[in-house]
């Protein structure tokens, strides 16, 4: 018995953006989910205290947006049950009241909107906006009247808060060539009568310091995850810029990498107590902070990994759990401990005896997730799973995606290479100016150790990954001789063309990666994987959405196209209507049936329950 593709495709994703909302009747919790049964849409749900669950986003709208092109918070609760948010179709933002049709209340133009935040007194939504290549803070009114324009400053901005009696205003920005996990800067600016912002000044962060999220404690200072000893923490920042105090002084992240406007790694309860979220790139927990004396108190329970959102009212934390044998699920905990219960609708899971159960190792001081082949006795077939990003992790957590493969006797090793998150920052830049090098060596440590560990099977190994994890997947074919094929998603595969072509966000992000251009163009040839791929070690499989403005899909056209000059096997499946990532039941499950076909191929496996897979250059 094994897992099915619609088993997958059915638990795809995670709830985001979750929200709790104290009303009289107790608290309630709301957030988003995916549908890829409805197209891939993210359909926004409200729970009542008395356990009812309602779709409060009618079909034919979809809550994302594309700011950044990863897209940010998409919408807030409105008092009374209404909703704000951002439509995906033509990126405005609407208002939901009641029974009524959304309505509109931005003009139609280019412009997107993300991070969205309601400024407690004022009728209006605060958000950034993203005209073309330039980012502003405005406040849209809730009726639909002129936006206003509240700041300008960095080239990207995130997180605007309001201060507790309404006369300041916070927000964290930064400029290329940073990426946000590089050096922010928190800032800090008078609101005038008019309600624009004055003169701001920097209370924290730089060029080497990442500030990811910072709430107001008072009037005077902020609380901010911030990592000026090289790990994230929480700091409670005055705003007359003398030195912070570190609340949580511990080699543990207490933030992440902000890769989405709107993530939220802490919340400021009622009674000054901090939900947070915390822990390593092997699983995060949830506590509470007291700011007064620096207790720290675990309430999550037996849940072992927490999510970047993470919201409390009426004593109660509402945030998104996991475990290796449950998907990411909404839940709502007693700030106290107590309480602690599932909110959003359960899905259909296989049996438990289907589900691989993961192991954390560390091989050569690579940081990796072991998930064992079912029925395999002695050395098998691997798969080396590598991310995206590159700077992001994969938690230790359920999976199908890893379990429709160990099921099949495939086994699976999640390594969280140099320049992963959750490690602190000197681990994850290991990778500054060695993309390609690092991330393809550690993904072979990881494999090589399998080996020698009598696990894997040497001539049965392969790697796959998406986007960077693509790309590191192509570049471990062409620079390494361990693998016997890889699978690339969405994958980048010539990086000096990619920073050419790619969106503003990440135009820059090379320069951390690899090095400057002109200065260091010796290096994007070097480890150029379309510039080489006459070494490839074995066969490609390539997967890409037609939609994708992140990777255009004429990086796999021409890295296949090299191949094929040189005589190596490969195929290319392309997908009308996906973007950066796979959101449509049929295209998870058809592309989960091709991977599995390209193991039976390169394996020696038979996969007679999925379509066969033509690699072009294979007599």
């Known amino acids: 018995m094994s ?3 619609i088993d997958v ?12 909302v104290a009303t009289p009747a107790g ?5 988003d989910e995916p549908r890829p049964h409805e197209g891939g849409r993210r359909c926004v ?15 034919g709208y979809n809550a994302r947006n594309r700011v950044i092109e990863y897209g940010g918070r998409s919408w807030r609760p409105l008092p009374g049950g209404g909703l704000v948010f951002t439509n995906w179709s033509d990126q405005r933002l609407y208002r939901l009241d009641g029974g009524s049709p959304p309505v509109p209340i931005t003009p139609e133009g280019p412009s ?11 009728d209006e939504v605060w958000a950034v906006r993203e005209t073309d290549d330039v980012r502003d803070l405005v406040a849209v009114p809730l009726d639909g009247g002129p936006v206003r324009v509240i700041v300008k400053a960095h080239h990207f901005l995130i997180n605007p808060r309001i201060s507790p009696e309404g006369q300041k205003i916070a927000w964290i920005g930064w400029d290329h060539p940073n990426m946000p996990w590089d050096g922010t800067d928190l800032c800090v600016a008078p609101l005038r009568a008019d309600g624009t912002a004055g003169e701001h000044r920097v209370v924290a962060g730089g060029p080497r310091e990442s500030v990811t999220q910072a709430e107001w404690r008072d009037e005077d200072s902020l609380y901010a ?15 007359d810029g003398s030195p912070g105090h570190n609340l949580t002084p511990m080699e543990l992240e207490f933030g992440d990498a902000a890769w989405k406007p709107g993530l939220t790694y802490f919340a400021v309860a009622e009674d000054g107590r901090l939900a947070v979220v915390y822990g390593t790139g092997d699983g995060r927990r949830l506590g509470v902070l007291d700011p007064d004396t620096g207790e720290l108190r675990e309430i999550g329970g037996a849940a072992t990994h927490w999510s970047a959102t993470v919201s409390v009212a009426g004593g109660r934390v509402a945030a998104v759990q996991a475990t290796p044998y449950t998907p990411m699920e909404v839940a709502l905990v007693g700030l106290d401990g107590g309480g602690h219960e599932i909110v959003s609708a359960g899905k259909a899971l296989p049996d438990r005896d289907l589900l691989p159960t993961p192991e954390a190792v560390t091989i050569e001081g690579v940081h990796a997730h072991l998930y064992p082949p079912s029925g395999v006795r002695g050395p098998g077939p691997y798969v080396i799973f590598v991310h995206g990003g590159p700077t992001t992790h994969l938690p230790m957590v359920l999976d199908l995606e890893i379990a429709y493969f160990t099921s099949r006797g495939i086994g699976v090793a999640v390594v969280n290479y140099g320049g992963s998150t959750g490690y602190g920052r000197a681990y994850r830049e290991r990778l500054r100016h060695q993309w390609g090098v690092v991330d393809v060596n550690d993904c072979a440590k990881v494999a090589r150790g399998l080996v020698e560990l009598g696990r894997a099977d040497a001539a049965k190994l392969a790697v796959r990954g998406g986007s960077a994890g693509g790309w590191t997947t192509v570049a471990a074919l062409v620079h390494s001789d361990v693998f016997a094929g890889g699978v690339a998603h969405y994958a980048i595969t010539d990086p000096e063309s990619w920073a ?6 990440e135009s820059r992000y090379l320069d951390g990666l690899v090095g400057p251009l002109p200065e260091t163009r010796q290096r994007y040839i070097e480890r150029s994987p379309l510039l080489n791929a006459a070494r490839a070690s074995g066969p490609c499989l390539m997967l890409h959405g037609l939609e994708d403005a992140i990777v255009d899909v004429a990086q796999a056209e021409r890295f296949t196209a090299e191949l094929d000059k040189h005589g190596k096997e490969w195929a290319l499946l392309t997908f009308p209507g996906e973007q950066h990532g796979w959101r449509r039941e049929e295209t998870i499950v058809a592309a989960l049936e091709a991977e599995l076909a390209f193991y039976g191929l390169i394996f020696g496996m038979e996969t007679p329950e999925v379509p066969l897979l033509k690699l072009k250059g294979r007599a």
């Open 3 to 5: 897992i099915r593709p």
């Open 9 to 20: 495709a059915r638990t795809d994703g995670r709830p985001l953006w979750v929200e709790a």
């Open 27 to 31: 608290v309630e919790a709301w957030w």
């Open 45 to 59: 749900v409200r729970r009542l205290p008395d356990g009812t669950r309602t779709d409060v986003l009618p079909p």
């Open 112 to 122: 997107r909107y993300a991070d969205l935040y309601l400024p407690p007194g004022r």
């Open 225 to 239: 995850a911030t990592d000026p000893t090289g790990w994230w923490n929480i700091h409670l920042i005055p705003v």
């Open 500 to 505: 050419a072509e790619t969106h503003d966000f």
